[in-house]
């Protein structure tokens, strides 16, 4: 399977560009924030706030104010055309480029933490559908993340080539000598792989990419492609003490058919989003 058909998979965007900063600033932490603003603005509290009061205008304009009022700006934001590049820069007729595909793909797709892909064993894998993987957060918090199809063929492949059993502690991504990578070796990896994708995309060189913008760009996408924000919690393991005991739990099935809502663009584009439309929504 080509590069682009993960790549569109991960970015079939919806909204406005400046959207992208809200996830890629903890966007849980800014959505609260976000979520308070507008309760100041309405002079109303948070509980009596509804949906015509948390629109994607209302949350452009919030962003804006962050960057413009409090300096903050998204430094580790990756385009669409700049992901593209580098998957399609990742040489799989090498042994570590087969590696490297489906570690940059199932990062994209999980939006885990690079602890949570070092932890990673092949027991912790089901490459058949239902996919799924599953995953052991902070404080050992297990969950279980739904898989693209693409995304499980390039996993099943990797398996099948180093002759795993899925059913063993084997660690899925190792080192040239078959040691589980380190945090610094997928910040290497990436990075060798960035520098490599800057040749054709030069603004890559200038940002400060690292293994947790990966997670970024999933939370991004599973935004724009209007997942709620519960559910978006749950998939990336957000969801604290407080929300759980305040929200009903999002179960598997829930988060299963997120995937379906940001499908891969192999197929077809949807039509322009409004803001396209409409250039006052950007000022």
Not at 12 to 21: K, N, T
Not at 118 to 135: E, G, M
Not at 211 to 216: A, E
Request: proline share 5%; glycine share 4%; charged share 25%.
């Amino acid at each position: 399977m080509g590069h682009v058909s993960i790549v569109s998979t991960a970015y079939d965007l919806a909204f406005v560009e400046p959207v992208r900063a809200l996830a890629n600033a903890r966007f849980a932490r800014r959505y609260g924030a976000f979520v308070r603003s507008r309760a100041d603005i309405s002079g109303r509290p948070v509980v009596a706030l509804n949906v015509p009061d948390l629109t994607v205008a209302h949350i452009v304009a919030f962003l804006h104010h962050i960057e413009k009022q409090r300096h903050v700006t998204a430094t580790t934001r990756i385009e669409y055309d700049e992901i593209a590049a580098v998957l399609a820069g990742v040489d799989r007729s090498t042994e570590a480029g087969r590696r490297d595909y489906p570690l940059v793909a199932t990062m994209l797709n999980t939006g885990a933490r690079v602890q949570e892909i070092l932890d990673l064993q092949a027991r912790d894998l089901r490459l058949t559908k239902p996919y799924q993987l599953r995953l052991v957060g902070k404080e050992r918090k297990v969950r279980w993340c739904p898989l693209w199809s693409q995304t499980a063929r390039l996993l099943r492949a990797r398996c099948i080539e180093r002759q795993l059993d899925l059913r063993s502690d084997a660690p899925v991504f190792v080192n040239h000598r078959g040691l589980p990578l380190s945090r610094f070796g997928v910040r290497f990896i990436l990075g060798k792989h960035v520098r490599q994708a800057a040749q054709h995309q030069p603004g890559l060189a200038t940002k400060k990419l690292h293994p947790h913008s990966l997670r970024h760009s999933t939370a991004v996408h599973l935004l724009k492609s209007g997942v709620d924000l519960m559910t978006i919690a749950h998939w990336l393991g957000h969801a604290s003490v407080n929300t759980t005991n305040r929200y009903v739990t999002v179960d598997l099935e829930l988060k299963r058919k997120a995937p379906a809502r940001a499908a891969p663009l192999g197929t077809s584009r949807s039509a322009p989003a409004s803001w396209r439309r409409d250039a006052s929504v950007l000022e």
